[in-house]
């Protein structure tokens, strides 16, 4: 049984940063490339970045890109998102997901598993 686990989330003030962890089981990590995705209230869940299975390339999201940095390590079998300069508008939870392909893509529907996600909350 395939399970994503994400943690890190929390409340941070405006300008903070937070890092999450998203640990897989049940499938070979490395066969994956991974992926973090964010629903905020009342919108449509949106790509934030993916990491190639090898780790060796990354993809962002434009409102993201300089701010989040995704990672993996894959003796561990764990994906990371180090946040910073966080704003009130990256508040969402958010979501790791596996995709079995060399590399992510920014579709939802594209991705295999999902997580059960982790609240973000920066405030004001």
């Known amino acids: 049984q395939v399970q994503l686990v994400e943690s890190g989330g929390g409340l941070v003030q405006a300008g903070g940063s937070l890092r999450l962890s998203c640990a897989a089981s049940?499938?070979?990590?490395?066969?994956?490339?991974m992926g973090w995705f964010r629903q905020a209230p009342g919108k449509e869940r949106e790509f934030v970045a993916t990491i190639r299975k090898s780790g060796g390339g990354t993809y962002y999201a434009t409102s993201v890109k300089g701010r989040f940095t995704i990672s993996r390590d894959n003796a561990k079998n764990t994906v990371h998102l180090q946040m910073n300069s966080l704003t009130p508008e990256d508040t969402a939870v958010y979501y790791c997901?596996?995709?079995?392909?060399?590399?992510?893509?920014?579709?939802?529907?594209?991705?295999?598993?999902w997580g059960q996600g982790t609240q973000v909350t920066v405030s004001s």
């Open positions: 049940g499938l070979t990590f490395s066969s994956y490339a």
């Open positions: 997901a596996a995709v079995r392909w060399l590399i992510g893509t920014t579709k939802v529907d594209e991705y295999d598993y």
